[in-house]
């Protein structure tokens, strides 16, 4: 079992920039997939970030160029920097880890998730 915390969320003006990060307890941490979801009020949760245990990423469309997601797996974290904030950006943030995940975009396939930071992006 993984537990994971979520920080570095805030109130930003739009094309600002934040930095997430998701420390995880877990001895074996290195093993885990990881991913950055976001959901914003009245919407489903999305899954925008994958970061694979050999550091390979993926995104959604709506992020890509601007989003990067990192591991430092020496310290246990998940970081998600995020260029260039929009004001749909908005959201609740949430990281995911599994150990074996099929369809990382699908909600449904993780486990373990953290408690969510807010993202607010303003015009």
């Known amino acids: 079992q993984v537990q994971l915390e979520e920080s570095g969320g805030g109130s930003v003006q739009a094309g600002e920039s934040l930095r997430l990060s998701c420390p995880a307890s877990?001895?074996?941490?290195?093993?885990?997939?990881l991913a950055w979801y976001r959901q914003a009020p009245g919407k489903e949760r999305e899954g925008i970030a994958n970061?694979?245990?050999?550091?390979?990423?993926k995104y959604t469309d709506s992020v890509k160029g601007r989003f990067t997601a990192s591991r430092d797996n020496a310290k246990n974290t998940l970081y998600l920097q995020m260029n260039n904030l929009k004001p749909e950006d908005t959201a609740m943030y949430y990281c995911?880890?599994?150990?074996?995940?099929?369809?990382?975009?699908?909600?449904?396939?993780?486990?373990?998730w953290g408690q969510g930071t807010q993202v607010t992006v303003s015009s």
């Open positions: 995911a880890a599994d150990v074996q995940v099929g369809r990382w975009a699908d909600a449904a396939n993780w486990n373990y």
């Open positions: 877990s001895s074996t941490y290195s093993r885990y997939c």
């Open positions: 970061i694979n245990e050999d550091g390979t990423t």
